[in-house]
């Protein structure tokens, strides 16, 4: 008789699920606020300059605006931090944008840098912004001065066309540079880079204004301004001081082109001559005053002579005018000299 194996049964009773537990999003993380800076009171040129002991501002704005936001403003000198203050934000008139302010100084001069760090609410997270350098340079440069002034005001002159001497160094040709500005902007004719000079530097002040720019590589002479100013079509590539004639010897107006250069130095004491017409040069001399005082030639220092006679060519251009008349006619003299 066969045995039967047992069978085992699996019973599968329904087990009732359990309620669904309702799942809490987590926290928004906060939003990266957007920082936008600008620098007043730094001048009106590329360069942003100040002037130590002088405050210059920051504006910015934050975006979006959240009650309770601040700011916290550092100025910086290398990894120097020269200025900690912290400010809070009020919001725009259309209320999504925050703004803040803050004036700026510094005692010491250098290149500077503004940090800009929004600090972090339950809304609002970290931001960081860096404006561009700010150059801070003394109120005065005397003669003989080295550094970063004299540099940033080397810099500003020659970004003008006026011709500089070695860099960092107020030297005697700097400090001819400074004296064909202050003519330029009509302050007294003196060689000091004192303040106002320095403001109306660092405030644009200063340009030539080509009257030829059709005569291309040319030579113009502003006999109001007594600066002679070497050009290539709109471009004024040196700006030097010049003396040219006195009221009883006056220098021809009209334009020119030059007939005959002369290297060296001729019986009269005039040194590296261009001639442009009849005995009319430029030329340096030992002696040119902020004035007209010449025999009716254009008058250059002799340290700057070689460079503006191996930089005119014969047949170049050159024109002599007032710039704040119409034009006048002086009769032009065989016997004009240095």
């Known amino acids: 008789m066969r045995r039967l194996r047992p069978v085992l049964l699996l019973v599968l009773v329904a087990v009732p699920a359990a309620p669904a537990v309702a799942q809490t999003p987590p926290p928004a993380a906060p939003v990266k606020a957007k920082i936008a800076l600008d620098l007043q009171k730094v001048g009106f040129l590329d360069r942003a300059v100040a002037f130590t002991g002088k405050a210059f501002r920051v504006r910015g704005t934050i975006a979006p ?39 700026l100084k510094s005692r010491f001069s250098g290149r500077m840098r503004v940090g800009v760090t929004h600090v972090a609410t339950d809304a609002m997270g970290y931001s960081h912004r860096r404006s ?35 860099f960092g160094l107020f030297d005697a040709r700097t400090a001819r540079a400074v004296h064909a500005f202050r003519k330029m902007t009509s302050m007294a004719r ?44 709109r471009k004024v590539l040196r700006l030097y001081p010049t003396s040219s004639g006195t009221a009883a010897t006056p220098t021809v107006l009209g334009s020119w082109r030059v007939y005959r250069k002369d290297l060296g130095t001729n019986s009269l004491g ?12 430029i030329h340096g001399f030992a002696s040119v005053p902020a004035y007209p005082a010449s025999h009716g030639c254009l008058r250059v220092p002799v340290p700057d002579a070689y460079s503006i006679f191996r930089w005119v060519q014969t047949s170049d251009w050159v024109s002599t005018y007032y710039r704040d008349s119409k034009p006048r006619s002086v009769k032009v003299r065989a016997d004009a000299g240095p």
């Not at 970063?148 to 500003?156: A, F, M, N, T």
């Not at 005039?270 to 040069?281: P, T």
């Open 270 to 281: 005039m040194v590296h001559s261009s001639y442009f017409i009849r005995g009319y040069a």
């Open 65 to 103: 605006f959240v009650a309770g936001q601040r700011v916290r403003i550092r100025l910086y000198r290398g990894k120097n931090v020269l200025v900690d203050k912290t400010k809070a934000i009020r919001p725009s008139e259309s209320g999504d944008v925050g703004l803040f302010v803050a004036d």
């Open 132 to 166: 561009p350098a700010v150059s801070v340079i003394g109120r005065t440069i005397a003669p003989g001065q080295s550094g970063h002034s004299v540099k940033v005001v080397q810099g500003l002159l020659r970004d003008k066309g006026y011709v500089v001497g070695r």
């Open 190 to 233: 003196t060689y000091d880079a004192n303040m106002p000079m320095l403001r109306r530097l660092v405030d644009g002040g200063g340009r030539f204004a080509v009257r030829y720019p059709n005569k291309g590589r040319h030579v113009e002479a502003d006999l109001t301004h007594q600066v002679l100013a070497l050009i290539d079509g």
